[in-house]
């Protein structure tokens, strides 16, 4: 094959004209720190969500830090979540002084598997955290089911899910009209469907948790710059807890509100782009392609990762790069990182899918500025790649 002359990431922001008029106005309305524009995405948020509360923050990281340490989970419980996800998820329960429990996953689908979840929940649990893998939501009714009898809250991690839905509901949406949902964390990283360069977002139903998540943001004070500073505000505050300075910025969430806009477009693009993949590699010998989860849901499509079973994984990334193609590995299994080998005993061999799917898998380029024939090109490569092994 003919090597293209210009570099393929994995991924590219999808930022424009308007997000960049946007800035600029935050810019000259004298305001760019937490206010008007922060509730405004905040309120947009709770529309696509059907979540009565969203809290912005800095990051996902920063949004998972403060829900778990709203919910006072500390030395001596254990959070169960998958092995299968970014090391965020793990790093915030153990400074917490917290133990993770790691759950099995899908080798197909990547997605928790909810009985192995539901099996490892003792009385020490505290919380779930199913996370919603690649843009594809987690199975919520078995892993809420397994939660409610055990009396815990189950925290989506949904950093991948912005305009995914299970079953029809939203990720972080109430399972049905009137009834409270689960706690979320979405994340708007550059890499994301939508982004504010940095930031995130909790949606929660909980009034007296959604108080504290937003006192716990901003140093403890229960009122925001913009209720102290902005017109009719008084700038006296009281401090009952001490917090963390986990705010989004004005600047941060003007860009975000011009994004959710686009959210629809984005993900329609980025599913026709998938689709095309998915016909280019199917068949492919050595490539175990994404299958899909067998409950009724829309994929967001956030990752497009395959499983390279006759090249080692290693191999194809570069292979990849030799071709002007980028390529990321989403995730390496957290239970077989050094610290929590280490801390927590986890070893190899202790989920068997998960490290089977850990050494294979590979994310090829998905994002909305991309064309049909980048996705084309990346599919001859990928059959190039291992036709050349097979020889």
Not at 19 to 35: D, K, M, N, P, Y
Not at 123 to 145: C, M, Q, W
Not at 233 to 260: C, F, S, W
Not at 324 to 337: E, K, Q, T, Y
Request: aromatic share 6%.
């Amino acid at each position: 094959m003919k090597i293209r002359p210009d570099f393929l990431p994995l991924s590219r922001p999808a930022l424009g004209a308007e997000e960049e008029a946007a800035v600029v106005a935050c810019l000259r309305s004298g305001w760019i720190t937490s206010g008007p524009k922060v509730q405004e995405l905040e309120r947009v948020f709770r529309g696509a969500t059907g979540a009565p509360h969203a809290v912005a923050v800095a990051s996902a990281t920063a949004g998972l830090h403060i829900v778990l340490a709203a919910l006072g989970i500390g030395p001596g419980d254990e959070v169960v979540t998958p092995s299968m996800t970014f090391a965020s998820t793990v790093n915030q329960v153990a400074l917490r002084g917290a133990a993770p429990v790691f759950a099995e996953c899908d080798y197909g689908t990547l997605q928790v598997v909810p009985g192995d979840l539901a099996a490892k929940i003792t009385p020490r649990t505290k919380a779930v955290i199913p996370v919603h893998f690649a843009g594809a939501p987690a199975d919520l009714d078995p892993i809420r089911a397994a939660a409610d009898r055990a009396g815990v809250p189950v925290i989506e991690d949904a950093a991948h899910a912005i305009g995914a839905s299970y079953k029809g509901i939203p990720a972080g949406g109430p399972p049905s009209p009137g009834k409270p949902g689960n706690i979320a964390v979405f994340s708007f990283h550059p890499i994301k469907n939508i982004t504010t360069g940095e930031g995130g977002m909790v949606t929660c139903y909980d009034d007296d948790l959604a108080a504290r998540l937003r006192s716990l943001r901003f140093h403890g004070i229960e009122r925001d710059a913009w209720k102290r500073y902005g017109k009719g505000g008084t700038p006296h505050y009281d401090i009952r807890e001490p917090g963390y300075k986990y705010n989004l910025t004005d600047l941060h969430a003007a860009v975000g509100v011009v994004q959710m806009g686009k959210l629809a477009a984005l993900n329609g693009r980025r599913a026709e782009l998938a689709k095309r993949y998915l016909a280019g590699l199917r068949g492919v010998a050595g490539i175990d392609l994404p299958e899909e989860p067998p409950y009724p849901h829309v994929h967001s499509r956030h990752l497009f990762i395959v499983k390279s079973a006759r090249v080692e994984r290693d191999e194809m990334i570069a292979a990849l790069a030799e071709r002007n193609v980028g390529a990321g590995l989403h995730f390496p299994p957290c239970h077989l990182l050094s610290f929590v080998r280490e801390r927590f005993g986890a070893k190899e061999g202790d989920l068997p899918q998960t490290e089977r799917a850990g050494k294979r898998i590979l994310s090829l380029p998905l994002f909305p500025g991309m064309s049909l024939d980048d996705v084309d090109y990346v599919c001859e490569a990928v059959r190039e790649i291992v036709s050349e092994a097979a020889r």
